[in-house]
């Protein structure tokens, strides 16, 4: 399983990805886009869902955990199964190289923490459609969570890989998503949050308190 595989990260450097210049620009993103436009896109959501629909803020409200949630439960499913997928051909290899793969040999290339804002736009207009098929007019309050929700993800994991371990009680997602890139890349696939880890059994195992130590401080290297 290539994507899985342990390597020893690179902490400089940024590769190419595609002889295309458009699309290798493509994959270089400033964090700030991404969470400026979803968190825009969640507001005038949430604006629509009371102006215009009618709801009042406790449903609302219910509506934005509900779909906050939800989206920590895609973001480890598809952490799991689609960004760690077994390279078995060559073509496997290269999308799962890709889409994460890259990001596990150059974990600090902050340009990569974030997909394009074209494509974010893209899915983001999707899951509306779907959403609003199966929701109906509850979809604007459960896709402004499931945006935050996404938002969120990216500041935690751009905060990772792009500051030193804070003195707080978020430090906890530090530490475990290093374990992820540094120890065990087959477990600790929640970044926003590790309760689907905890739900599904892959919460990091028990190791000294000299190793903690050491992968704890390998992502500020």
Do not use: C
Not at 11 to 18: D, E, V
Not at 147 to 162: E, F, K, P, Q, T
Not at 202 to 207: A, D, G, I, L, S
Request: net charge positive.
């Amino acid at each position: 399983m290539e994507s899985t595989k342990f390597k020893r990260p690179k902490h400089k450097g940024s590769p190419k990805l595609f002889d295309n210049p458009i699309l290798e620009k493509l994959t270089h993103t400033h964090i700030s886009l991404p969470l400026i436009i979803f968190g825009v896109i969640a507001a005038v959501l949430i604006y629509y869902g009371i102006v215009e629909k009618g709801f009042e803020a406790p449903m609302m409200i219910l509506l934005f955990v509900a779909g906050l949630v939800f989206f920590t439960l895609v973001e480890y499913l598809m952490h799991r199964y689609l960004y760690h997928i077994p390279a078995t051909t060559p073509r496997k290899k290269k999308i799962s190289y890709t889409m994460h793969g890259v990001h596990h040999d150059y974990p600090k290339d902050k340009s990569r923490l974030a997909m394009p804002p074209v494509l974010s736009l893209i899915i983001a207009t999707v899951l509306f459609i779907i959403y609003r098929a199966v929701l109906g007019d509850y979809v604007f309050g459960f896709l402004a969570g499931f945006l935050i929700g996404y938002a969120g993800y990216l500041a935690v994991h751009y905060s990772v890989h792009a500051f030193k371990v804070p003195k707080s009680f978020i430090k906890t997602l530090w530490h475990h998503h290093s374990i992820h890139h540094y120890r065990e890349p087959d477990r600790a696939f929640g970044v926003s949050s590790p309760l689907w880890d905890h739900i599904f059994g892959t919460m990091p195992r028990k190791t000294g308190k000299s190793q903690r130590t050491a992968v704890g401080a390998s992502i500020d290297d």
